[in-house]
């Protein structure tokens, strides 16, 4: 069965630094993976996804992804954090049968001027 | 294009009685799903409907249920509501043969 793991709850970065938001999936098929972004009570923007074409991802807000297979992990970078990116963050693979998303339990990102 | 729309924005309910929530996709989509937000569970799929059928369900009892429209509009319905299904519930539609889904704002359901 496919899951997915994001590690850290909560990331806090200085505007203008480095954003690495980190995600390891199970998967016993080739996945389909998706990062997205949730702002306050809105519902969920998608960010970038792999289809198993390019493994480096670009997306939109300037963040990217990059798919490594041997480390089971499609982690979202961006090099350089600006307040409005301030969110809550979702990895998620599409379940084995198509049928459904598997989200992880999001990252908080805080960022601090 | 317009995005998914649900309504209500919020619905404040008893415990007891019962919600119904609504959804309609991005024009051309015909599939459309339902997932619970709830506080420290995070995202868990609900619901799948495709061509008008109920073609997937997540871990949830049955008094969690719904339909989908010939437009393909969507209805959550939540029967003998319970404190712990306050949370977000979102509406995400995709098109056939594309795997991207479009969510919604979300339904923000209150039991009180």
């Known amino acids: 069965a496919q899951s997915v793991t994001q590690l850290g709850s909560h990331v806090s970065v200085s505007e203008g630094a480095l954003v690495l938001l980190r995600c390891n999936y199970s998967s016993s098929v080739p996945p389909y993976l998706f990062w997205y972004v949730q702002y306050p009570n809105q519902g969920l923007q998608l960010l970038l996804k792999y289809t198993s074409a390019a493994t480096l991802v670009k997306g939109i807000n300037g963040f990217e992804a990059e798919f490594k297979k041997s480390e089971t992990s499609f982690h979202l970078t961006k090099p350089s954090a600006h307040m409005t990116d301030a969110a809550e963050y979702f990895c998620?693979?599409?379940?084995?049968?198509?049928?459904?998303?598997?989200f992880g339990k999001g990252t908080t990102l805080s960022v601090s001027s | 294009e317009a995005g998914v729309t649900q309504s209500p924005t919020h619905l404040i309910k008893t415990r007891g009685q019962q919600a119904t929530l609504r959804c309609s996709p991005i024009s051309g989509h015909t599939s459309v799903y339902w997932y619970q937000q709830a506080l420290g569970l995070g995202l868990q799929f609900l619901l799948w409907y495709d061509e008008g059928e109920e073609r997937n369900r997540g871990n949830f009892p049955p008094r969690f249920s719904g339909r989908q429209f010939p437009n393909y509009s969507s209805e959550l319905n939540v029967n003998a509501l319970e404190l712990e299904d306050s949370a977000l519930y979102l509406c995400a539609s995709r098109t056939e043969g594309d795997y991207e889904q479009y969510f919604g704002p979300g339904t923000r359901l209150t039991v009180t």
């Open positions: 998620a693979v599409l379940n084995q049968a198509g049928t459904a998303l598997i």
